[in-house]
């Protein structure tokens, strides 16, 4: 029995996604499953599935649950860095299937812009690794491009690219943190942190707090928002440690993927919105050749001549993604908030008109871990 | 107030590893079942399952898969050092090593380079494997 068509996305909030004032991260993470249950027309006490993950609670649904005064029936906290909430789409939809709980809601907080930038993670780090000073994660990511521009011919002026067509989607965003044009020189001219990476190719450090609201597919009909409809999941995880990926510019995101589009029956020609994991300008690229928008080491020409900007050829991260709009320490859920937005029509001036069928791309840590999700507006695509 | 080294806290077959780079050797494992090159040390060959591995002192001598060269530190403790390079090199019996490079200029390492290991006494606890330049194919 599949889980595909048969759980929906029937509430989403995102609250001060770049800076909080007084909010902690559960605070942050209370507020938007509150405001996610009004967007579908529920409340806490319809809530009885609690997924969530966090890298400031050990113990995170136990933390939420206690802050929200619910007692949940089902919780999941899966922990595989920030995908984890892509990867918990299709845990919910198989649990409601299975009669586990009813009202799922997955919700994420974080404060790492209040917290001084500081990356803020209870991960140990491998005693193979911990003594040699590897900055986490842009360490091993510089290790990454160094490879990729070896093998392929990859540049930084390519890279910063997919910086330059973040920002010119984020300039679309009414609340959009820096509103004006970035250019690849400015890029190239930002300081190098881990070569060959500067810090214009690091998305932002920013607050913020996500939720969203899943329930079956026939109960979704009755309540008031337009449901966005889980066709496609895939999950797949190769290593831990940067130092146990046997080949730096390949992932399994191509599993991932092929399970979700297989499960939903769709191909990658069929979709409208693309919403990628763009921790870094590096990580983005390897994903979007393993995901089978360009060939294996072509990234680095596809990603120019504003294919990825507003009116190009793919729409990519239609609010600027982490690069240019917001990334809270764990990105997940909101390139899923985002690609509700989208199949919704609610997108704003960034809106792609007609759009029905979203592909979701997560990776955890270093290009570790992968969850794919294919969402769509209407039951079948 | 000086930062203070950060240290790990090897545990069993971990300990095995750092307790041979006490004495100057770097080791792998290799699996007497199916003659996988195993790192880091493991319990179980991920290639076959087995538990039958055999710990093997390395030559110490690779060439470089990738790095990078920090202009940051990861922790106060290292902030004298930046900028530092740090290496993934692709050992000669089949394993990949991860560890610094201690006598190259930022600039000065590229992929494929020879690289040898070396052995540094941090304290009387911890010896730390690290990488230098090395001439192709000549031991140390
Ligand atoms: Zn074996």
Known sequence: MSISGSAAIVGAAQVDVFRTEGRSPVGLMAVAVRRALQDAGLTLADVDGLFTSSSYYAMPTLTLGEYLGISPTHVDSTSIGGCGFIAQLAHAAAALQAGLCTVAVIAYGSTQRSDAGKLVSMAEQSVYELPYGLIHPIGAFGMVAQRHMHQYGTTSAQLAELAVSARQWAMLVDDAPYPTPLTVDEVLASSIIASPLHRLDCCLVTDGGGAIVLTSAERAADLRSDPVFLLGAGEAQNHRNISQMADLTTTVARDSSHRALSMAGVALDDIDTVHVYDAFTISLLVLLEDLGFCAKGEGGAFVGEGRLAPGGQLALNTNGGGLSYTHPGMLGLFLVIEAVQQLRGNAGRRQIPGARLSLVHGMGMTLAAHATAVLSATPQA | ?140
């Open chain 2, 1 to 140: 107030m000086t930062a203070q080294r950060p240290t790990p806290t090897p545990r069993g077959e971990e300990a095995v590893y750092f307790n041979h780079a006490a004495n100057r050797e770097l080791v792998f494992q290799r699996c007497s079942d199916c003659d996988r090159a195993v790192f880091y040390l493991r319990t179980l060959c991920p290639g076959c399952g087995s538990e039958s591995l055999e710990v093997t002192v390395s030559s110490g001598l690779g060439t470089v898969y990738s790095f990078t060269t920090q202009y940051r530190a990861a922790h106060p403790f290292f902030a004298a050092d930046v900028p530092y390079t740090l290496v993934l090199a692709d050992m000669e019996e089949g394993f990949r090593l991860f560890a610094n490079i201690v006598d190259r200029a930022p600039g000065d390492v590229h992929i494929g380079m020879p690289v040898e290991t070396i052995f540094d006494p941090v304290t009387d606890e911890l010896t730390l494997p690290r990488f230098r330049a090395a001439t192709a194919g000549v031991p140390s």
